[in-house]
C-alpha cells in the first residue's frame, strides 16, 4: 500500500531536520528520509558554527535569532576567536571572527532528535529515487505527500525531479580530523597547494579538523594529490578516515520551488561561496521552509512564501559573495603568484568583508 504523509523530507542533515521540525510543530505529519543508517555520519565538514552575532552581521534581516541557534554546550567543542588567512608566501592576516567548533555527528544528531521530539518520523536506509505521478519513489515503496522538501545535497534528486536546476561547478574537498593542540583560531591558507586550491586548519579539542578544497577548472592535479601534499606540509596524519564531499561553489540555484516541492540547504546553493559556510544557512532556510510547509498544509497558503523569505533574509549577501568569488576567479586563483597579490591589495578590512558576505569594492 502506498504510504501518505502531509510533509515528506528527504535528507536528515541540519537543513532537513530543520525543516522537519518546523512542519511538524505546524501540526503537519513528517516523514524524513535518511539513505544511512545514521544521522551525520560519516562527518564531511569543516564542523564550524559562527556566533550568534557573526550570523546576525552577515544576514541582518534575520529575526528570532536565540531559539534556531540554542545549541547545548555540550556541542560546542572549542570557542574560535578569530580566522588566519594565509598567503602562497605563507604572511598570516589575523582577523576577529568569534563562533565555535562542533562534532557534525552529534550536532546533526541534535536536530534531528527537536524534530522527532516535535512529532517527524525518521527513516534510516531508504533512499528517495524519483517522482512518479506526483508519487515518491523510494527503494522501500512509494510516498504520497502533500509538500516534498529536498535537503538531499548538491546533487540533490529532489531538485532533478522537481526540474529544478542543479548547483554548477562544485569543488571538491577532503577532510578529516589530526591530533594536536592548536591556537583558538582557524587557518585558512590560499595558494601553496596548488592554483585554485585552499586548505583549513579549524582547532577543536585536542584535534583539528583539516582538508582541502579546489576548483578543477584551474587545478591540474588530483583531489588526493593536493590533499596528501597540504598534509605532509604540516606534518600531520589523518586520526580518522578521510571523506571527500563536493561543496556549491556558484551561490543559489535560480528558483527553489516547483509545484508542490521545495529544495533546501546544500541542494538549494544556499552556501556562502567564498567560503563554503553552510550550516547556520541551512538552518535558517530550514526553518522557513518547515513553516511554510506546515502553513500551506494547514491552511494552503503558497510554497512561493519560502522562495521570498529565504532570498529577503539571505538572498543579497549570497549574491555579493558570489560575485566576490567570480573575481577572485578572475583575478587571484591563476596561480600563487595572482593570489598573493591580490590579497596585498585587498588587506585585512577588505578581507573581512569578503569572509562576511559584504562587498569589497570600493
Not at 20 to 35: I, Q
Not at 310 to 317: C, L, T
Not at 327 to 348: P, Q
Request: aromatic share 8%.
Amino acid at each position: 500500500m502506498t504510504e501518505k504523509v502531509d510533509v515528506l523530507v528527504v535528507g536528515s542533515g541540519p537543513a532537513g531536520s530543520v525543516a522537519a521540525r518546523y512542519a511538524a510543530m505546524s501540526g503537519a505529519t513528517v516523514k524524513v528520509l535518511e539513505r544511512r543508517p545514521k544521522v551525520g555520519v560519516p562527518v564531511r565538514c569543516g564542523e564550524f558554527m559562527p556566533s550568534d552575532q557573526e550570523i546576525q552581521d552577515m544576514f541582518p534581516k534575520l529575526k528570532d535569532i536565540d531559539t534556531l541557534f540554542n545549541i547545548p554546550d555540550e556541542l560546542r567543542c572549542r570557542q574560535i576567536i578569530g580566522i588566519d588567512l594565509v598567503n602562497p608566501k605563507d604572511k598570516v592576516t589575523k582577523l576577529e571572527f568569534s563562533g565555535y567548533t562542533t562534532d557534525r555527528d552529534r550536532f546533526d544528531q541534535y536536530l534531528a532528535q527537536l524534530a522527532q521530539e516535535a512529532g517527524a518520523e525518521i527513516s534510516f536506509n531508504e533512499s528517495f529515487d524519483q517522482l512518479k505521478d506526483g508519487v515518491a519513489v523510494t527503494d522501500k515503496g512509494e510516498i504520497e505527500y502533500k509538500v516534498l522538501i529536498g535537503a538531499d545535497g548538491p546533487g540533490s534528486r529532489v531538485a532533478q525531479s522537481l526540474g529544478l536546476k542543479r548547483n554548477m561547478n562544485p569543488y571538491p574537498a577532503f577532510t578529516t580530523q589530526v591530533k594536536g593542540d592548536f591556537d583558538p583560531c582557524m587557518k585558512m591558507f590560499f595558494g601553496g597547494i596548488a592554483p585554485g586550491a585552499y586548505g583549513w586548519i579549524i582547532p577543536k579539542d585536542g584535534r583539528a579538523n583539516v582538508g582541502v578544497g579546489f576548483s578543477p577548472k584551474f587545478a591540474k592535479d588530483s583531489l588526493k594529490a593536493y590533499f596528501d601534499k597540504f598534509m605532509d606540509r604540516h606534518g600531520f596524519e589523518a586520526d580518522c578516515k578521510v571523506h571527500g564531499k563536493y561543496v556549491p561553489s556558484e551561490g543559489p540555484i535560480p528558483k527553489t520551488v516547483s509545484g508542490n516541492g521545495m529544495v533546501v540547504g546544500d541542494a538549494a546553493g544556499q552556501v556562502i561561496s567564498v567560503n563554503g559556510g553552510g550550516i547556520p544557512l541551512a538552518m535558517i532556510a530550514g526553518r522557513i521552509c518547515g513553516t511554510v510547509a506546515g502553513e500551506n498544509v494547514r491552511s494552503g497558503a503558497s510554497l512561493e512564501n519560502y522562495e521570498s523569505q529565504w532570498r529577503d533574509i539571505m538572498g543579497k549577501p549570497l549574491k555579493t559573495a558570489a560575485f566576490n568569488k567570480k573575481l577572485a576567479d578572475i583575478f587571484a586563483f591563476r596561480s600563487d603568484f595572482t593570489t598573493n597579490m591580490c590579497m596585498g591589495i585587498l588587506g585585512k578590512r577588505r578581507m573581512g568583508n569578503l569572509i562576511r558576505c559584504k562587498r569589497i569594492f570600493p
